[in-house]
């Protein structure tokens, strides 16, 4: 299954390389360069597709994800992110104390999204399958743009056309 991370590094990766300085782009030597995945047009095409497909489902999601919080009485986003902050590093407490409403509010809403993460990695599996791709095909070819410089740059001119 695709995962989340994948789509945040696959976004960042073909969306925001341009703003990364020139000496971060650079690969290394040859002798040191891992064997590079040939990428066909066709696949560079479908890549492309399915990026795009990827990038309005995590949209979707997001939005999702955020629209269970504001249903959800009494919890804010911001509250929320305190809440969330403070499971993951103790040390980050929030300003004021969790409230044991709160804390049901929270889970009920860490719930609805882990569900939400599940249908939008279940429609990106299917997506990227649907432009004739397997997923470890898909993650061949992620890391090989993330190698080449070249091949990043036409991914993102694809990705950016309508």
């Known amino acids: 299954m695709i995962k989340r991370v994948l789509v945040a590094c ?28 040939s990428v066909s047009k066709d696949e560079v095409q479908k890549f492309a597709n399915a990026i795009k497909q990827i990038l309005v489902i995590n949209r979707e999601s997001e939005k999702a994800a955020a629209q269970a919080i504001k249903d959800e009485k009494g919890l804010t986003e911001q509250r929320f992110d305190e809440i969330y902050k403070a499971q993951k590093d103790p040390k980050a407490a929030p300003a004021v104390q969790i409230q044991p409403k709160e804390r049901q509010s929270y889970d009920r809403v860490v719930t609805k999204i882990v569900q939400i993460q599940k249908d939008s990695d279940a429609k990106m599996e299917k997506a990227v399958q649907a432009q004739g791709l397997e997923v470890p095909r898909f993650n061949q070819i992620f890391e090989a743009v993330q190698k080449s410089p070249q091949l990043r740059q036409e991914i993102q001119n694809l990705v950016k056309q309508k």
């Open 10 to 37: 696959c976004t960042v990766a073909l969306l925001g390389a341009a703003h990364l300085p020139a000496q971060a782009q650079t690969s290394a030597p040859a002798s040191q360069a891992a064997p590079t995945t």
